[in-house]
Structures are given as C-alpha cells and as structure tokens.
C-alpha cells in the first residue's frame, strides 16, 4: 500500500510540470490623471438649520438640470449616515428638504457632510448622460472613476452643523 503511494507522487508530480504556467496578471483600472483638475463644479455649499433644527444643505452645481444626488451627514471619521437626502439639481441649484436624525434634530456638533454623483442609468435620466457624457466629459475637484470606468463625483467637507 505504502509503495502504492509512492509511486503515485512521481506522476503527480510530473502531471504539475506539464501544465503551463499561470501569470500573475493586474486589474487595469481607469486612468484618473487630470479628472480632478479644472474648475469646480460644485461651486457654493452651505448648510443651514431650519427653526425646528432640522438640517438643510443647498448650493450651486455646474452640472445639467435633472441631475440626481445624495447628501449624506455622517459623524467625523465616517461609518453610517445618521442623515441623508437626494436630490435633483434644477437651475444649477440644490436644496435638501429638512433632514433629522433618529431621534428628531442633529445634536449642534462636528460632522462629516458628502456629495455623490454617480452618471450612470440607475442614478441619471438619459438627457444627463447625453450632456455630461455618461460623467466622462467632467473635469473638476472630486471627480474619480469607479472600478467599471463610470464616473462619479464626490466630495466631502468637515464641519460644525
């Protein structure tokens, strides 16, 4: 049995020599020189507490009318939202309605405010892609590429609400 064995390791051992060898080949990502450069588009950014304490976060984008995006309030350092809202850009402006916490108004403290775009068809109607090329025509601060090559836009700011 022992010899059985044996014998059978040499001709393992011969069939893994005559496979060819696999390449340890990289993932190509997009080429994200220069999307960051140029003017910015988003280009006001304000947030404002309604009489209730309800936040509210509005400014000027240059991107087309109809353009869909989230605003996201996280506490400094990241993890979940503890506010969010979309919305649709419509004369270059933004405005979110009243966003609250769980349990009604943001404690008056430091937090971590985001924008994102995506341009692709689960977030843009077909007229945005039209206009911005599917994002690909976009230059600015905060504009990346995604893993698939799709543009995105986003930005963060850090500040007391």
Known sequence: ?????????????GCGREKPREELTFERLP???????????????ETYRTPEGAVRVAGDLRLPDSTRLE?????????????????VVLDGKFDTP???????PLPVGEYRLEVLVHFDADWQPARVLRATANGRSLRGPGITRARNGDAALFLTREGRL
Not at 35 to 44: K, Q
Not at 71 to 87: C, K, L, T, Y
Not at 98 to 104: F, H, Q, R, V
């Open 1 to 13: 049995m022992l010899c059985a064995g044996v014998a059978c390791v040499p001709m393992l051992a």
């Open 31 to 45: 080429d994200t020189t220069g999307l960051s450069a140029g003017a910015a588009i988003l280009e006001r950014f």
């Open 71 to 87: 605003v996201a309030i996280r506490a400094p350092g990241g993890g979940s939202a503890v506010a969010m809202a979309h919305v």
């Open 98 to 104: 009243p966003m609250l916490g769980e349990n009604g």
